[in-house]
C-alpha cells in the first residue's frame, strides 16, 4: 500500500485557543479549547466537526504510511483531504505491508514522524488491537456491526474481490486451480506480498484454500497447493507491483480486484478474473495510532475516511465501501460502477472469514509458509 503530500497553509485562531506543545506521539499537537485531542474518542469530544477541523488544521499535519496513490484510489482521496482542509499529508513507504506500519510506529514512537493512522489487512489488524486509539466517526451508525470493533478501535474501511489479474498478451485466462498447475504458467503465477504480513496476499490464500477443497477456517489445503504450484516451478516469488506487470515480469497475480483492474493503466492486455467457487472478500481496517504526533488530524481523516465524499472514491477505484449499502440506500450509488466493481457479485455472496478464523489462518500460515520459501 502507499501515498505522497501537498500543501500547508497558517491558520490565524481566537484568542480562546491555546497551543500545547506535545501530544501522546511526543510530536507537536495542537489544543483547542483545552480539549486534549488523544483521548477524544468522538467529534462531540471536541464540541463538534467544526472544533476538531479547527483542531486538525492547528496540527498541520498528517502522516500515512502504505499508501500507494493506485491503491483503491488512494492518490485522490489524499488529494481531497489536502485540498479540503488545511493540512500536509506527509506519505510514508508507500509500498509498506501491513505488518511494517506497525513496526514503523513501533519503531518511530514518540517521534514527529510516527504514522497517525493505519490502514491495515484484518490479520495484522487484530494482533495490535492494543496499538490503537478507539474513536466512533460520525456515520458511525450507518456502518454494519460486524465491519467495526465495538469501541471503534479498528473500523473496516474498504475491500475488493480477490481476484486473479493475467496478462492476456503471454498466457491464457486462468480458468480454476488445477488449470494453473499447467505448462502455460511455469515461473508466472505470483501473490502480492507474503500473506504472514500482507493483507492481500492473506486473502489471496483464503480464496486459494476455499477452492483448493479448505475454508476460510482451513488454510491447510491452500498451503498444500501452494507447495504444489511451487513443486511444478510455477510459483513466481517476485512480489507483483504496476511496473512488474506492465513489463511482463509478473504475468499473473492473486490481488484484490481493485489493484488488478488498475494494473491495466500500464499494461492493456492485463486482465482481471474472478475464479468460479468464491467470492472471497476481507476488508481493510482503518484505525488511529494509539501514539499519534498529530492525535486531532489522525481523528479528522477518521471522518474523512468514512464519509460519503471519500466512500464513493473507493468505489471509483473499483474498491467496494464499507457503507455502500448506506450509499446505495441514499441514491447515491452508480449501479453499472456497482456491478463492475463487484463483478455482479453482492455482499450475499461474500465469503469473509470471522475473527477466531483470521487468527487461526494467521497462526497456521506463521507456522507452514516458510515451506514455500526454503
Not at 492518490?75 to 510514508?92: C, H, L, M, P, R
Not at 456491526?145 to 486473479?164: C, D, F, Q, R
Amino acid at each position: 500500500m502507499k501515498r505522497r503530500s501537498l500543501l500547508a497553509v497558517s491558520v490565524v485562531l481566537a484568542l480562546s485557543t491555546t497551543l500545547a506543545a506535545c501530544g501522546s506521539g511526543g510530536g507537536s499537537t495542537a489544543s483547542v479549547d483545552g480539549i486534549d485531542a488523544a483521548t477524544a474518542v468522538s467529534a462531540a469530544d471536541f464540541g463538534g466537526i467544526e472544533k476538531l477541523v479547527e483542531a486538525a488544521e492547528l496540527e498541520g499535519e498528517l502522516n500515512v504510511i502504505a499508501l500507494p496513490e493506485d491503491w483503491a484510489n488512494y492518490g485522490a482521496v489524499i488529494t481531497g483531504f489536502e485540498e479540503k482542509y488545511d493540512i500536509e499529508v506527509n506519505s510514508a513507504n508507500p509500498n509498506a505491508s501491513s505488518a511494517e506500519e506497525i513496526q514503523a510506529a513501533v519503531n518511530q514512537k514518540g517521534q514527529d514522524t510516527a504514522p497517525d493512522v493505519f490502514d491495515l489487512g484484518a490479520a495484522v489488524a487484530l494482533t495490535n488491537t492494543d496499538k490503537f486509539a478507539p474513536y466512533k466517526v460520525e456515520t458511525w451508525d450507518s456502518i454494519p456491526e460486524a465491519n467495526k470493533h465495538p469501541e471503534g478501535l479498528w473500523v473496516n474501511n474498504y475491500t475488493g474481490i480477490m481476484s486473479v489479474g493475467y496478462d492476456s498478451s503471454n498466457v491464457p485466462e486462468p480458468k480454476d486451480l488445477e488449470g494453473l498447475l499447467g505448462e502455460d504458467y511455469k515461473g508466472a503465477v505470483a501473490l502480492n506480498g507474503d500473506p504472514t504480513q500482507a493483507g492481500a496476499a492473506f486473502a489471496a490464500m483464503g480464496t486459494i484454500s476455499e477452492l483448493a477443497g479448505g475454508s476460510v477456517a482451513d488454510f491447510g489445503p491452500g498451503i498444500d497447493w501452494m507447495l504444489k504450484l511451487k513443486d511444478t516451478g510455477n510459483f513466481l516469488t517476485v512480489d507483483p507491483t504496476p511496473a512488474t506487470i506492465a513489463s511482463g515480469e509478473t504475468p499473473v497475480v492473486f490481488d484484490w480486484s481493485f489493484n488488478n483492474a488498475a494494473a491495466t493503466a500500464g499494461n492493456p492486455d492485463f486482465k482481471t478474473t474472478i475464479l468460479p467457487g468464491a467470492a472471497y472478500v476481507s476488508f481493510y481496517n482503518e484505525a488511529i495510532n494509539a501514539d499519534a504526533p498529530h492525535p486531532a488530524a489522525a481523528r479528522l481523516w477518521q471522518e474523512w475516511i468514512f464519509s460519503d465524499e471519500v466512500q464513493l472514491l473507493f468505489m471509483e477505484g473499483n474498491s467496494v465501501p464499507v457503507r455502500v449499502d448506506a450509499l446505495k440506500e441514499s441514491g447515491t450509488v452508480d449501479e453499472a460502477l456497482l456491478q463492475s466493481t463487484t463483478f455482479g457479485t453482492t455482499s450475499a455472496d461474500w465469503d469473509s472469514p470471522s475473527e477466531a478464523e483470521t487468527k487461526a489462518a494467521n497462526t497456521l500460515l506463521g507456522e507452514r509458509w516458510s515451506e514455500l520459501t526454503q
